[in-house]
């Protein structure tokens, strides 16, 4: 299982194993109810652990990422492992419609910059 | 040298564990890291294409060797689901007529060296792909 943490308005989803297809699945639910729940502003997705993202993880993370939107939270995937990004780029997979950092603080980084200019603009 | 390994496919959770023993073969091979993922991503398409049309099947794993002493994988998809009424838009990148993006033949020829496919409508599909160490 992945557990999703709550830090401050910020949800974070370590994803520590290889996924089947259901895990993906169960995040994606338990995500949704606790944008909601706790009205996070933020989820940061950190796939640091993962030694593949194919075509099925990717189009998960990517509905998780535009569900939670929906729900006023944004969010940014963590940690993509060099080899993986190669893989994804072969496959013809992109994430160009979500946002990316390199790890965990620069992921918390990019939400503080993202809340601070909602507030200003 | 291990023999071939058959691994049957009826679970989502059997795609993990097909690319997973993948890598492991792909690493004893000599892979580069690179490559070992680049080839459990291959594996991880064409099993998932295995549990989303077929239902069921099995990927078989071999190590091979080539005439001239390259080392090299084989990754087979077997299934007797539906088979692929068009090859051609098949391999087309972005068509599906499932749950996923499209990208899993085409994306599967990308990663390996070498893919066949075969198909026939009623009787199922079978995908060979080949990898060999650079």
Redesign the interface.
């Known amino acids: 299982m992945v557990p999703v943490l709550k830090y401050g308005d910020t949800l974070v989803a370590t994803i520590v194993a ?5 895990d993906l699945e169960q995040l994606r639910a338990e995500v949704i109810d606790k944008v909601g729940r706790f009205r996070a502003r933020g989820v940061i997705i950190d796939v640091t652990a993962l ?6 993880a ?2 998960t993370i990517r509905g998780i990422a535009s569900t939670a939107q929906l729900r006023g939270a944004d969010t940014v995937v963590v940690g993509i ?4 990004a ?3 780029v ?4 992109t994430l160009d419609d979500i946002e990316t950092a390199l790890d965990m603080e620069d992921g918390m980084a990019l939400l503080e910059a993202r809340r601070r200019s909602r507030r200003v603009g | 040298m291990s023999a071939e390994e058959r691994i049957p496919i009826f ?3 059997d ?2 564990q097909a ?2 023993r993948g ?1 492991e073969i792909a690493a004893e091979r000599g892979f580069s ?2 490559d ?3 080839i ?2 291959a594996i ?2 064409v099993a ?1 294409n295995i ?1 989303v049309y077929a239902r069921e099947g099995h990927i078989v794993l071999a190590p091979i060797d080539s005439d001239d002493g390259r080392r090299g994988i084989s990754v087979t998809a077997i299934d007797h689901g539906p088979g692929i009424a068009n090859v051609e838009l098949a391999m087309r ?1 972005g068509f599906s007529t499932g ?3 499209g ?2 033949l ?2 599967a020829r ?2 390996m060296d070498d893919f066949e496919i075969e198909t026939a409508v009623g009787q199922g599909t079978t995908v060979r792909l080949r990898k060999w160490v650079k």
Do not use: C
């Open positions: 290889a996924l089947s297809d259901e030694d593949v993202l194919d075509s099925f990717t189009r492992q060099p080899d993986v190669v893989a994804m072969q496959l013809g997979l | 679970h989502e959770r795609i993990v690319r997973q890598r890291t690179r070992q993922t680049l459990a991503t991880s398409e998932r549990v990148d749950k996923s993006l990208l899993g085409p994306g990308r990663l």
